[in-house]
């Protein structure tokens, strides 16, 4: 008889025997995985990038204009480009149209992030989303990335250090200076979640560093430092 295991694979197998994969950008039948290679190799951030927080820039330079202002992070690492259309569609059908599954491709790219970024971190921490929003939606794109990222490097996430308790407008409909008001205050400090030295906050899209700041001031306040992790930035 055969076991519940093998059974179980043995019907993922024949599954996609009949079914093959599909790329999610060009219908192209792939193996495994989402993306064919043509459009994964699209993807790959190959420009110049700051040399604190890996931003992708528009030009050689050494910091962005992130990273030259006052800032409570240590260090970042941003994996891809939002100005590249495949990685804005990418990100909007997993944050806004419940495709959250196809967030599984950052493993296919491990090999581009700068590992120094896990340096001394304890833990990954996900950004935290306000508890109506949250129902709204029914999941946290940014736990999603952490859940992946805690795979390839051991790490755990810690689910309850930071709560967002102030309902913001989404970041990309304002202007910097209302971005940076809009987050004021948004976020504390879980006084009984586990106490770390370190940590690395993980989020979906990097613009102007307002939300990774506030997250990382709050945790700063409690003598937790922090780098963080981003899918993706805008130049």
Not at 32 to 55: M, Q
Not at 108 to 129: C, H, K, N, R, T
């Amino acid at each position: 008889m055969l076991s519940v295991s093998i059974l179980s694979n043995l019907i993922v197998n024949f599954k996609n025997l009949i079914f093959p994969s599909i790329c999610i950008f060009c219908q192209k039948p792939i193996k495994n995985g989402y993306l064919c290679d043509d459009c994964a190799s699209e993807i790959v951030y190959r420009g110049p990038r700051c040399t604190k927080c890996f931003k992708p820039v528009n030009q050689s330079t050494v910091l962005c204009s992130n990273c030259v202002q006052k800032h409570y992070y240590e260090k970042g690492f941003v994996l891809w480009s939002y100005n590249n259309q495949k990685v804005a569609q990418l990100i909007k059908w997993s944050k806004f149209y419940s495709h959250f599954y196809y967030l599984n491709a950052i493993k296919d790219f491990q090999e581009y992030i700068d590992l120094s970024v896990f340096d001394g971190v304890e833990a990954l921490v996900a950004v935290p989303m306000h508890k109506k929003d949250l129902q709204k939606r029914g999941y946290n794109q940014s736990v999603i990335i952490a859940k992946i990222l805690s795979k390839f490097s051991g790490l755990p996430v810690c689910y309850n250090m930071l709560e967002k308790t102030k309902q913001t407008k989404q970041q990309v409909e304002l202007k910097k200076i209302e971005r940076q008001n809009n987050l004021k205050n948004a976020f504390i400090l879980n006084t009984q979640a586990k106490k770390f030295k370190k940590v690395l906050i993980v989020d979906d899209v990097l613009t102007t560093a307002s939300t990774i700041n506030e997250c990382a001031k709050v945790l700063l306040n409690a003598n937790i430092k922090a780098n963080f992790f981003a899918l993706a930035s805008e130049f």
